[in-house]
T-cell receptor
Framework: DSGVTQTPKHLITATGQRVTLRCSPR?????VYWYQQSLDQGLQFLIQ???????AKGNILERFSAQQFPDLHSELNLSSLELGDSALYFC?????????????FGPGTRLTVL | GENVEQHPSTLSVQEGDSAVIKCTYS??????FPWYKQELGKRPQLIIDIRSNVGEKKDQRIAVTLNKTAKHFSLHITETQPEDSAVYFC???????????FGTGTRLKVLA
């Protein structure tokens, strides 16, 4: 158990709908990262937040948005869902070690768009 | 843009043999290189990492080596066991940020 929690575990919805995925980082971690992993694919970085502020963006679609709240939990909002959005969505949180950041992953949310 | 190449994409070894997975990175400012193990449907788990000021690190049956000049780093698993079967991802930090660039993964199968 990494200490990072994600809810829900599974989500089944229809095309065109909107969903919200939630992530709570490890105690004391200020950074949250979101990744998308499609079937048998690698980890695609979406976005990073640090202490409430957006810090880095990856290949995140305009239909997707995220935020980090004052209690440091984060939410990833996916709207106008398409079949291709079906994937595992992971968040990770990080602890600073010198000039590097070790990321610990949550258990993921499996999104199925029908 | 910066990238990380990972080879091989699949690897089958007999139980007890060694397995080696290699990654090459492009960003000369990368200074942190973690390796993650992911079992089917589960989260990636950090198994070992190395920083740029170190050439080699070992943790029981797992070791990582880093060649900064060649921009190569490798994962070595000795005395493989069936429970080592999983997908392994390498990653490199992106210089000037806290982002990782992940490799495409290696599916390791340990045959009993």
């Amino acid at each position: 158990d990494s200490g990072v929690t994600q809810t829900p575990k599974h989500l089944i919805t229809a095309t065109g709908q909107r969903v919200t995925l939630r992530c709570s980082p490890r105690s004391g971690d200020l950074s949250v990262y979101w990744y998308q992993q499609s079937l048998d694919q690698g980890l695609q970085f979406l976005i990073q937040y640090y202490n409430g502020e957006e810090r880095a963006k990856g290949n995140i679609l305009e239909r997707f948005s995220a935020q980090q709240f004052p209690d440091l939990h984060s939410e990833l909002n996916l709207s106008s869902l398409e079949l291709g959005d079906s994937a595992l969505y992971f968040c990770a949180s990080s602890v600073r070690q010198g000039s590097t950041d070790t990321q610990y992953f949550g258990p993921g949310t499996r999104l199925t768009v029908l | 843009g910066e990238n990380v190449e990972q080879h091989p994409s699949t690897l089958s070894v007999q139980e007890g043999d060694s397995a080696v997975i290699k990654c090459t990175y492009s960003d000369s400012a990368s200074n942190y290189f973690p390796w993650y193990k992911q079992e089917l449907g589960k989260r990636p788990q950090l198994i070992i990492d190395i920083r740029s000021n170190v050439g080699e690190k070992k943790d029981q049956r797992i070791a990582v080596t880093l060649n900064k000049t060649a921009k190569h780093f490798s994962l070595h698993i000795t005395e493989t066991q069936p429970e080592d079967s999983a997908v392994y991802f390498c990653a490199a930090s992106l210089g000037g940020t806290y982002k990782y660039i992940f490799g495409t993964g290696t599916r390791l199968k340990v045959l009993a």
